[in-house]
C-alpha cells in the first residue's frame, strides 16, 4: 500500500513508519527531514512551506510509485508537511521497507532526491534577524520519470 | 476564435505579481511560450517573471511549446524547494 500525502499538521513519524513493514521484509527505513536552525551562515527561527497542492499529492504519488519499483514491494509511504514550522519540526517523512537493506536505501533516497527535484513546494525561510526570502532551488524539467533517474 | 485558460502563481510569482490567479484570452493554438510573453507583455511586475519560467499545464510539467487548450489550468513555477 503506497502512502503518498501532503499535510499541513505536524507529522507523526511513527505513525508514517508503521505504514510499512511486512514479516517477508528484513529492512525498515524511516528518514526525517526537519528544519534546521541555520541556512546560509544565517540563524533561522523557521520555514514557511507553500505548495501547490493538487499537482504536488500527484507528483508525491509518481515518485512514491517510481520508488516501489526500485524496492520491489509497494510499502513506501511518503508524507511532506506544508505551512509554517519552527526549527526542528518535521517538514518531510519517508519510510520504506523490503526483503533486504540494499533496495530500502536506494529507494528512500530516490524519494528525497525526487521530492528536491520535481515536488512543486517552495519554501521561505525566516531569519532571526527579522528577514525572510524564498530559496532558490531545482527548475523541474518537462520529462518522465525514466529521464530522472 | 479565443482560448480562455486559468493561470497560477506561487511562492516567490505570487509575490511578485500579487495575484494568486489570473484568468487570461489567448489566441488560438497559443502555447505555453505565448502565455509567458503574454504575461510579460503586461507590464509592472509581470515585466519581471523570467521569460522561459517552468510551467505545469494541468498539473503535468510541460514544454514552452505545448499548445494549450480551453480551460487549461497553466502554473508558472517557481525553481522548487521541498523536502
Redesign the interface.
Known amino acids: 500500500m503506497i502512502r503518498a500525502d501532503v499535510v499541513r499538521g505536524p507529522i507523526d513519524t511513527a505513525e508514517v513508519l508503521a505504514g510499512v513493514g511486512d514479516a517477508g521484509d528484513g529492512a525498515a527505513l524511516l528518514f526525517v527531514?526537519t528544519v534546521r536552525n541555520h541556512a546560509g551562515g544565517r540563524p533561522v527561527d523557521g520555514i514557511t512551506?507553500?505548495?501547490?497542492e493538487?499537482?504536488?499529492r500527484?507528483v508525491l504519488r509518481a515518485i512514491a510509485g517510481e520508488a516501489a519499483e526500485i524496492l520491489g514491494t509497494e510499502r513506501v509511504a511518503v508524507v511532506?508537511r506544508i505551512g509554517t514550522l519552527k526549527v526542528g519540526e518535521v517538514?518531510?517523512a519517508i519510510a520504506v521497507s523490503s526483503p533486504h537493506r540494499a533496495e530500502a536505501y536506494e529507494a528512500s533516497r530516490y524519494v528525497?532526491e525526487e521530492?528536491?527535484?520535481?515536488?512543486?513546494?517552495?519554501?521561505?525561510e525566516h531569519y532571526s534577524s527579522g528577514e525572510e526570502a524564498?530559496?532558490?532551488?531545482?527548475?523541474?524539467?518537462?520529462?518522465g520519470p525514466a529521464d530522472h533517474r | 476564435m479565443a482560448l480562455a485558460v486559468r493561470t497560477l502563481f506561487f511562492a516567490a510569482y505570487r509575490d511578485l505579481v500579487r495575484t494568486s490567479e489570473l484568468p487570461l484570452e489567448l489566441a488560438d493554438g497559443a502555447t505555453v511560450a505565448d502565455l509567458v510573453a503574454e504575461l510579460r507583455s503586461r507590464g509592472g511586475p509581470f515585466a519581471h517573471l523570467p521569460p522561459d519560467p517552468a510551467v505545469a499545464v494541468n498539473r503535468v510539467y510541460a514544454s514552452a511549446s505545448q499548445p494549450l487548450g480551453e480551460g487549461d489550468e497553466v502554473a508558472l513555477i517557481p525553481p522548487v524547494a521541498g523536502g
Open positions: 527531514g512551506y507553500d505548495a501547490y493538487a499537482m504536488a500527484e511532506h517538514s518531510v528525497i521530492i528536491k527535484k520535481r515536488l512543486p513546494v517552495w519554501k521561505k524564498w530559496v532558490g532551488g531545482a527548475v523541474p524539467a518537462p520529462v
